[in-house]
């Protein structure tokens, strides 16, 4: 079992910043992939960004450049650095993890970018 616990989110102007932490608890290595999904109203779940072991990272297009994954193996947490924030990115975002015995998800941080 994996634990997932999202903190970070909130209110923020356009062209701000905000940064997401994700803590994880339980069976759950530093080799394990990790990532951030984000879901807006209306619309299905997409991948934001995923950090792999060794530390390779993939990017949506539309928020490279301007979002930062990263991890703290001793603290297993991983973090999005997120800036230039647009209205467009308003979404709830969820932290995921995979591991052998299979996905996991958080509950869900909800950021929102007025304009």
């Known amino acids: 079992q994996v634990q997932l616990v999202e903190s970070g989110g909130g209110l923020v102007q356009a062209g701000g910043s905000l940064r997401l932490s994700c803590a994880a608890s339980?069976?759950?290595?530093?080799?394990?992939?990790m990532g951030w999904y984000r879901q807006a109203p209306g619309s299905k779940r997409e991948l934001v960004a995923f950090?792999?072991?060794?530390?390779?990272?993939t990017y949506a297009d539309a928020v490279k450049g301007r979002f930062t994954i990263s991890r703290d193996n001793a603290k297993n947490t991983v973090y999005l650095q997120m800036n230039s924030l647009k209205p467009e990115d308003t979404a709830v975002y969820f932290c995921?993890?995979?591991?052998?015995?299979?996905?996991?998800w958080g509950q869900g941080t909800q950021v929102t970018v007025s304009s």
């Open positions: 339980g069976s759950i290595f530093s080799t394990n992939p």
């Open positions: 995921y993890a995979a591991v052998v015995s299979g996905q996991y």
């Open positions: 950090i792999i072991s060794g530390g390779g990272t």
